[in-house]
């Protein structure tokens, strides 16, 4: 159901690379994580860690825990919102959460950006938001 798993993170200069690092992997325990050093508005240092997942086990265990993990009433009401024309699912996750291993969806924020490829054929946001609330209901 799921091509793949983009991610995306800022690391600000009072927050520790590993922390960080760490609430990526207990959302996403098989990614592979780069980083990237960039400079904030105010000149200061931010890492931006990224990276993908695709293979299918991955992306599979990810939805499982996803469904298990949230309040599967405001996932699924917030659907049409977070689904692009293309058939991506836009979903954040708080940061200090994630390091305590809990999966608090947020709207905005200090997060940890998903973009999840939903794979619907043709890729259209209609068909993207009828598969993942199918899979969201008959949890």
């Known amino acids: ?6 991610f995306r993170a800022f690391v600000y200069e009072d927050e520790d690379i590993d922390e960080i690092s760490q ?11 780069e980083a990237e050093e960039a400079e904030g508005l105010l000149e200061d240092k931010i890492l931006i860690l990224t ?26 009401d917030d659907l049409e919102r977070k689904i692009d ?11 200090s959460d ?9 709207d905005k924020g200090d997060s940890i950006h998903l973009k999840v490829k939903i794979a ?3 890729a259209k946001k209609q068909i993207a938001v009828d598969k993942v609330r199918e899979a969201i209901l008959n949890d």
Not at 85 to 95: A, H, I, P, T, V
């Open 23 to 33: 609430s990526i992997l207990n959302i996403l325990p098989e990614a592979e994580i």
């Open 85 to 95: 024309e293309k058939g991506n699912w836009f979903l954040r996750f708080d940061k």
């Open 51 to 76: 990276g993908v997942v695709s293979k299918k086990r991955y992306t599979k265990a990810f939805f499982n825990t996803l469904l298990e993990s949230v309040d599967l009433e405001k996932l699924n």
């Open 1 to 6: 159901m799921i091509h793949n798993i983009k």
């Open 120 to 122: 619907a054929f043709p």
């Open 98 to 106: 994630a390091l305590d291993e809990k999966w608090t969806v947020i």
